[in-house]
């Protein structure tokens, strides 16, 4: 569990102890209490008062228990006085893993990474006015990096007073956030990079997969790993469609509050406004590469056993030709093996000779005629 209060100076961390925390409401900041879902399920009593001295309301029961469902899928829901978002992160056992290389092909024919399984975990977030409640998975390593870049944040004020906001529009420094909804957006847009990045391990195997696939030299045998994999992506393409909704749905609602009169607070709003733009955005990309990598994997598949076909049709099509020129030959030897007294031919000393020479002769024309006719061609 970690306590931060946030300001438009500066970031600090506050001892989670719950019990010493100030509740005093007449300062500008606002909190960001930081826990897994055992953390609040064992707190729950004491972050309830917690939300009740500092934002004068609890968590709904029902908001209680999608917080700590492990299960549930990207979805968003508010009330007057809150809103809660839930938002799938990648777990970190997920994703791409090294296939188990075993048998007398397995350095030829495995892959250098298999897709097995999109692991994901859900994360909650209760925004209210003054706070923000996230509550993580066991693993919160994404939550502790976002707090050392956080805390890392110094912005300072112009000569304006707008402080903060007006170094986040000119300069590249970082910047505290100005409100708990702005906060929560950071921490989608560093989930949705995790999906950004996962592209180019999925780019990266389908493509070895192509290659191999389209090279007429090699045998391709992991089939079980492209079917494994396109359930992957059509798994992830589900998931990425769900964020999607969810954020669509806060934004909807965002742009229903009234508008501020203050300028400070109005130029904030407008830079969270771009800023859930701007995670959208993300995730539609996310959603049309995935889309992308799965109708690439089926064309390949298809252009795989289009090249199949193709080779089995010049098999097939030398077969053919090989047939038609050995089966006049067989014809003069069936004729001139037939039990007859008198066959012309049988009884001359250059008999056999003579039938070998038309035997040649018809061979030959006969591989002559099919050449120019490109029976025989080699195909590229």
Partial sequence: ???????????????????????????????????????????????????????????????????????????????????????????????????????????????????????????????????????????????????????????????????AASSDSRSGAPRAPSSPAELMLRLVSQIVDGYLELRRDLTRQLDHWQADLLDPKSRFRNWNSLMEARQSMRHLGEICEDQQGAVQDWIDAYETLPTPSDPVELRDRELTMVRSRDVLEHIERVVRHVQRLEQNAETAVQMHFSVQSHRTNDIMRVLTVLTAVFLPLNLIAGIFGMNFEFIPLVHKADGFWIAMGSMGVTALVLVLFFWRKRYLARSR
Avoid at 1 to 6: A, D, G
Avoid at 24 to 35: K, N
Avoid at 136 to 141: C, N, R
């Fill in 1 to 163: 569990m970690r306590l931060f209060r946030i300001e438009r100076s500066h970031v600090s961390e506050v001892p989670a102890t719950l019990t010493t925390i100030d509740f005093s409401r007449d300062d500008r900041s606002f909190l960001w209490l930081s826990l897994t879902r055992d953390e609040l399920r064992a707190h729950l009593p004491a972050i309830q008062r917690l939300l009740q001295a500092r934002c004068d309301v609890q968590l709904v029961d029902l908001h209680v228990s999608d917080l700590l469902n492990d299960h549930l899928p990207s979805r968003y829901d508010y009330t007057s006085q809150y809103d809660v978002l839930v938002f799938r992160r990648l777990a970190a056992t997920g994703g791409l893993v090294m296939a188990p290389e075993s048998g007398p092909h397995a350095a030829a024919d495995s892959a250098p990474a298999v897709l097995r399984s999109v692991d994901t975990r859900p994360v909650g977030f209760a925004v209210f006015d003054r706070m923000l409640l996230s509550v993580h998975p066991e693993d919160i390593s994404m939550r502790d990096m976002f707090a050392k870049k956080l805390l890392a944040a110094s912005p300072g004020d112009d000569r304006n007073g707008h402080g």
